[in-house]
């Protein structure tokens, strides 16, 4: 098999296995909207608060979302094996944890763009934002299942590492949260939003090219 | 590579080994602790008795003797600890491991200082005990990368395991410094308040430079100090089954 | 300058001599926890290596 076509073979066997449980791929889903919710509740109803706070709530219950994912990523073939064995394949585990990435963003940072309008509704943003915060979901969403990816990675082989990959992977989150919710807050202001974006573009390539790397040298430890 | 004559290499070399630094540890130390209590001794009545008070914040300003060497140390630290990282992992030396868990706490240490003192100088300054400053939000930012890797060492039950994850969540998170000070940076000048922060770029006289410059130097052999014992006491741990420590213990006997 | 005009630091005496105290703490636990630690160690293994040798 060619270095290309196991590349694409995980990618589907991944989207696969997550198909086989499709209820639960709505849960990242729901939690994004209830969080959002939580906000109002919490801080008031009132309509000019709401509006001024929307891009940055909406833009940390979206990294809470992708957080909360993350340990699908690698926990299942962990448990059962399959990552051992896509050690011992002759493919460069690079690109096999660079495709599994890729499947578990389409899984649950992808699908989020779904409910975007429907909180943009919620919180009151300006529809002239609409547009750059779906841009700024699809660019910021890929970055956050790739810098997760190497939280998870180190984390993976603890019994109850869910709360030290919060600590691990959030603050290496706070530079995407700061452009993303930056450019959203721009946006609803009319004001352009081009420094914003490219500087996602450009961390999202940077993780593309750096992240594979520590996260396959992490899974090796993790497996040991 | 014959730039090094050998006998430097083969020091180095014998170095590595445990029982030879654990020993050279031990001669170290009380000569880098005279050095540090005259340096800080010198900082201290230079920063507290002979600088000036400033025309702006009247005595108050004397925090930057800790705060500003203590932020650099953060970073400095940090930054070693990357370092020891790297060579970890291509190398496999164990003492880097060792020097890497130790500056651990040693740099959290220095952060948390950075942090207080940072809020201690803002109050009489801003009236709040905390504003969102460039610096003390990066500052709290690193305070969490230096708790993760406490945390993560302390999480993972084999050795060896946990020594490689910190490493490459040191170095991880040395990538990261820039791009989170670059972000947080410019976040800030977004949202700047009505105050411009007087710690970021204080206009600073040769008086009140050199006791900064004098501290930072004697926090550095403090660093090197507090490193030393504390990779005595991890060395100690790892190596209890060996024989150069059954060989400590009777001589200590 | 006298030692009360000194002690007082213009009126931030406490924002002063806190920070400094602090530090002192902080830079102070951080030598004697692993002093204090390997004592407590070294004392534990010649304890065991004691009656190993039994």
């Known amino acids: 098999m060619s270095l290309k076509s196991a590349f694409f073979a995980i990618i589907r066997r991944d989207l696969l296995l997550a198909f086989r449980r499709r209820a639960e791929m709505a849960n990242p889903l729901f939690f994004f909207v209830l969080v959002v919710t939580l906000f109002p509740l919490a801080v008031g109803a009132q309509a000019h608060l709401l509006q001024s706070m929307a891009p940055g709530v909406i833009w940390v219950s979206a990294l809470l979302a992708a957080l909360l994912s993350l340990d699908g990523l690698f926990r299942s073939d962990f448990e059962d094996g399959s990552l051992e064995q896509m050690l011992l394949s002759p493919h460069a585990l690079s690109l096999l944890v660079l495709g599994k990435i890729i499947a578990h963003w389409l899984v649950t940072g992808l699908p989020l763009l779904l409910v975007a309008p429907l909180l943009a509704m919620f919180l009151g943003l300006p529809e002239q934002a609409m547009g750059t915060l779906l841009l700024t979901l699809i660019l910021a969403t890929p970055l956050l299942s790739l810098i997760g990816a190497i939280g998870v990675a180190l984390t993976v082989g603890l019994r109850r590492g869910g709360m030290i990959l919060s600590l691990l992977v959030l603050p290496l989150y706070v530079p995407v949260l700061i452009f993303a919710s930056s450019a959203v807050d721009r946006a609803a202001s009319g004001l352009p939003v081009n420094a914003q974006l490219n500087m996602l573009t450009a961390l999202l390539f940077l993780a593309l090219v750096l992240v594979p790397l520590p996260t396959t040298a992490a899974l090796k430890m993790s497996i040991n | ?253 | 300058m006298t030692l009360q005009t000194f002690f007082a630091m213009g009126g931030y005496a406490f924002y002063v001599w806190s920070a400094y105290g602090i530090t002192f703490l902080v830079l102070l636990f951080n030598i004697l926890s692993p002093v204090l630690l390997r004592k407590q160690l070294l004392r534990q293994l010649s304890l065991r290596q004691k009656r190993g040798n039994r």
Not at chain 2, 58 to 68: A, E, F, P
Not at chain 2, 154 to 170: H, M, T, W
Not at chain 2, 193 to 215: A, E, R, W
Not at chain 2, 219 to 227: D, E, H, R, T
């Open chain 2, 1 to 253: 590579m014959s730039v090094f004559p050998d006998a430097v290499g083969l020091f180095f070399h014998r170095s590595a080994s445990p029982p030879h630094f654990y020993a050279l540890a031990d001669r170290f130390i009380p000569w880098l602790t005279v050095i540090f209590v005259v340096l800080i001794l010198a900082g201290l009545y230079g920063g507290l008795y002979l600088a000036p008070s400033d025309y702006q914040q009247g005595d108050s300003y004397r925090i930057i003797y800790i705060h500003v060497p203590a932020a650099w140390m953060s970073l400095f630290i940090y930054v070693l600890m990357a370092i020891m990282g790297g060579i970890a992992l291509v190398w496999r030396i164990k003492l880097a491991e060792v020097m890497l868990i130790s500056s651990a706490p040693i740099g959290a240490g220095f952060t948390f200082i950075a942090l207080v003192t940072g809020s201690l100088w803002g109050k009489p300054m801003w009236g709040t005990w905390w504003v969102w400053d460039a610096r003390l939000t990066s500052e709290l930012i690193l305070l969490f990368l230096y708790l993760g890797i406490i945390s993560l060492h302390g999480a993972i039950e084999d050795q060896r395991n946990a020594a490689r994850a910190v490493s490459i969540l040191a170095l991880v998170g040395v990538v990261n410094i820039p791009i989170i000070h670059y972000s947080v940076e410019w976040w800030n000048t977004l949202h700047q308040g009505p105050t411009v922060t007087k710690m970021d770029k204080p206009s600073i006289h040769i008086t009140m430079l050199v006791p900064l410059l004098i501290m930072a130097i004697a926090f550095k052999f403090y660093y090197l100090i507090a490193v030393l014992q504390s990779a005595k006491l991890e060395l100690l741990k790892r190596e209890s089954g060996s024989q150069w420590v059954k060989t400590l213990l009777e001589n200590q006997a």
